[in-house]
T-cell receptor, first 116, second 110 residues
Framework: DSGVTQTPKHLITATGQRVTLRCSPR?????VYWYQQSLDQGLQFLIQ???????AKGNILERFSAQQFPDLHSELNLSSLELGDSALYFCASSVDGGGENTGELFFGEGSRLTVL | QKEVEQDPGPLSVPEGAIVSLNCTYSNSAFQYFMWYRQYSRKGPELLMY????GNKEDGRFTAQVDKSSKYISLFIRDSQPSDSATYLCAFMNRDDKIIFGKGTRLHILP
């Protein structure tokens, strides 16, 4: 058990809908990362937050947004969903992220999104 | 040229064999080099981490980095069926963005 909790584990929805994925980092970790994993694209970095502030941005679509709250949990919002958004979405946390990151991420078990 | 290239496999080897997994990268700004292991239906977990060229050993695992060739490797000695998983190389630069390879699926045959 990594200590990172993601909900929901599975989600099935229709095209055009909006969903919210939630992540609780390990106790004491300040950084939260979001990744999308699909068979053809692998693990794609979406966005990173450090202590409530956006720190790094990857290949995140404009239809997607995220935030990190004062209690350090994070939410990833996916809107106007398309079939191609079906994937496994991972949240990871790390203790660092303020420029002293060692690269060790602790991953949750993911949220599997299916868009029909 | 892609930032990170990793052969997706699958790679099947008999139990006890030495496994060699590799990645190439193009971004000279990468300063930290990692290998993660991902079992089916689980999140990735960190196996090895290094920031310099050369070898780093941890039990049956050896990570090798060649910055001049932009090439990293992971060797697994005395491979076990429990090593069957997907292995992802990962890279980080100073802005803390961690980029992963697509992963190599490894099967160790009993």
């Amino acid at each position: 058990d990594s200590g990172v909790t993601q909900t929901p584990k599975h989600l099935i929805t229709a095209t055009g809908q909006r969903v919210t994925l939630r992540c609780s980092p390990r106790s004491g970790d300040l950084s939260v990362y979001w990744y999308q994993q699909s068979l053809d694209q692998g693990l794609q970095f979406l966005i990173q937050y450090y202590n409530g502030e956006e720190r790094a941005k990857g290949n995140i679509l404009e239809r997607f947004s995220a935030q990190q709250f004062p209690d350090l949990h994070s939410e990833l919002n996916l809107s106007s969903l398309e079939l191609g958004d079906s994937a496994l979405y991972f949240c990871a946390s790390s203790v660092d992220g303020g420029g002293e990151n060692t690269g060790e991420l602790f991953f949750g078990e993911g949220s599997r999104l299916t868009v029909l | 040229q892609k930032e990170v290239e990793q052969d997706p496999g699958p790679l099947s080897v008999p139990e006890g064999a030495i496994v060699s997994l590799n990645c190439t990268y193009s971004n000279s700004a990468f300063q930290y080099f990692m290998w993660y292991r991902q079992y089916s239906r689980k999140g990735p977990e960190l196996l090895m981490y290094t920031y310099s060229s050369g070898n780093k050993e941890d039990g049956r695992f050896t990570a090798q980095v060649d910055k001049s060739s932009k090439y990293i490797s992971l060797f697994i000695r005395d491979s076990q069926p429990s090593d069957s998983a997907t292995y992802l190389c990962a890279f980080m630069n100073r802005d803390d963005k961690i980029i992963f390879g697509k992963g190599t699926r490894l099967h160790i045959l009993p």
